[in-house]
């Protein structure tokens, strides 16, 4: 089903506004025009109806039963004028419609010549007795054809003669052109119309729209952070009303982000400054830890094991200071690039040959890939993505490197059974570990987010998704240079 089409708010004002204007010209118009052209086509048939019948009334009684033509063409120019034309027709008197007639004699002005010119109908009317009329279109002009039996005396009394018809035709061109400037006028007034309610419908629509595109306006704002924005309330209309519920949500809006933005700065501060108290002790407990693992070989079983796992709980205490102290810096904005002009290859084959993961990880490294980096930085994305790779993924590891004119792209992936697709959104979020049975595991759960953080510090982006044929595959996108590349 193809796709309805969005009108805006304008275009349907504009839209009903022209058409209730059309539609109410069109009735008021039509029904104008309407009632003038009956009236003015009653008023000539009334008045040629009763010119017709002064004529004949002057002619009666006629005293010859069978007129000639010689008396048929008197009749005729009798009741003719300057407006109508008449024809008078002799049938035989047996017949009240009959045959063709015997005699058919036109006035001297006669516009109709040609008996087809009256319709059937007209002269079946006449021949009953009973004065007709009719309009009809002869030749492309409208014409009103009036027929009337002529009467006749018998002794005392006056009849009617069947056979014998008069009958006019009148032209209507005169009231065809008045009616045709009746019709153009109400085009005319309609047009008028149209275009005066296209000018209200713009008037009604600026005076609505107005406060619309001001709430919208405001409403982006809102939502791009300025909690500060406000709408001007005008009248006390409804819409005076959406804007001042639009203020008093705003500015309940304003109170309860600052307030979150007030707590999460507090939690961040605590967590910071935790972090950083935490930092000598744990440097004493790493020294113990230390004696402790050289010690816990030659300590009994229970002893041994007890100072193995404080040795390695006061690494992962110390990891997790660290990441969080990390944290911190990139929420306070203090953290900083320390850029240097590096081969990325080699700065692979490092991160690797440190961390002993060199015989782990199959590499495919492009040659003579320099940009500004910062090393540490990267080395911290490196090792993250690897050993997230090498912890919960499937060998074969592999780390691809490729560049472009502007970018350089690093693919880490694994051949394990990927990650869910519910997984995905989540999965650089602090402290976010898919499996709820990991609780306990030896990662922090901020390695991937401290590693995207990296990447934007770089101006560059850090995604994951999954393979088509299996595994995840991470791919850290970086500019050959953070501050000139392209954004």
């Known amino acids: 089903m193809a796709p309805r089409p969005n009108l805006g708010l304008r275009a349907r004002l504009l839209f009903a506004f022209a058409l209730l204007c059309v539609v109410t010209a069109a009735a008021v118009a039509g029904g104008m025009y309407v009632q003038a052209r009956n009236a003015i086509l009653q008023r000539t048939q009334d008045a040629a109806v009763q010119a017709m019948t ?104 006056t009849t009617r003669v069947s ?33 005066f309610a296209v000018v209200l419908a713009l008037l009604a629509t600026r005076g609505v729209l107005r406060p619309v595109r001001e709430l919208g306006r405001a409403a982006r704002l809102l939502g791009k952070g300025e909690m500060r924005t406000r709408i001007a309330v005008r009248g006390t209309d409804e819409l005076a009303d959406v804007a001042r519920t639009f203020n008093n949500t705003a500015a309940e809006l304003e109170r309860h982000v600052k307030q979150l933005r007030e707590m999460e700065a507090d939690a961040r501060r605590f967590v910071a400054d935790v972090s950083h108290e935490l930092r000598t002790p744990l440097a004493a407990l790493t020294a113990v830890a230390d004696v402790l693992d050289e010690e816990a070989a030659r300590l009994p079983e229970p002893a041994g094991r007890a100072a193995r796992l404080v040795s390695q709980e006061t690494l992962n205490l110390t990891g997790l200071v660290n990441d969080l102290i990390e944290i911190s810096r990139f929420d306070s904005g203090v953290a900083a690039l320390a850029l240097n002009e590096i081969d990325v290859a ?49 060998p074969p590891v592999s780390v691809r490197l490729s560049a472009d004119p502007h ?65 995840a595959i991470f791919t850290l996108r970086l500019p050959h240079d953070p501050d000139g590349g392209p954004e």
Request: aromatic share 6%; glycine share 10%.
């Open 54 to 157: 002064s004529h004949l009334e002057a002619l009666y009684p006629l005293r010859s039963p069978a007129p000639g033509p010689a008396e048929l063409g008197k009749i005729a120019a009798a009741v003719g004028d300057r407006y109508s034309s008449a024809v008078a027709i002799y049938h035989e008197l047996h017949s009240p419609v009959g045959p063709p007639p015997r005699h058919w004699e036109p006035g001297g002005n006669a516009q109709i010549r040609d008996p087809r010119v009256i319709p059937p109908g007209l002269r079946q009317a006449v021949a009953g007795g009973d004065i007709a009329w009719q309009r009809v279109v002869w030749q492309g002009r409208p014409i009103l054809i009036i027929g009337a039996p002529l009467l006749i005396v018998e002794g005392d009394r």
């Open 163 to 195: 056979g014998i018809e008069v009958y006019t035709a009148r032209s209507l061109l005169p009231e065809q052109r008045s009616i045709n400037k009746l019709a153009a006028s109400a085009w005319l007034t309609g047009g008028a119309a149209l275009a």
């Open 346 to 394: 080699e700065l692979v084959r490092a991160t690797l040959r440190v961390r002993g993961w060199s015989e782990q990880v199959r590499t495919e490294l492009a040659a003579t890939v320099t940009a500004r980096l910062d090393p540490r930085r990267m080395d911290v994305i490196l090792a993250n993505l690897v050993g997230n790779a090498l912890r919960h993924g499937e």
């Open 407 to 471: 970018w350089i792209t690093v693919e880490v992936r694994d051949h394990g059974p990927g990650l869910d697709e519910a997984v995905l959104p989540h999965v650089f979020d602090r402290f976010y570990k898919a499996n709820a049975a990991r609780a306990r595991s030896e990662g922090s759960g901020l390695g991937l987010a401290i590693a995207r953080e990296n990447a934007r510090l770089h101006r560059g982006d850090l995604t994951a998704t999954n393979a088509p044929d299996g595994g």
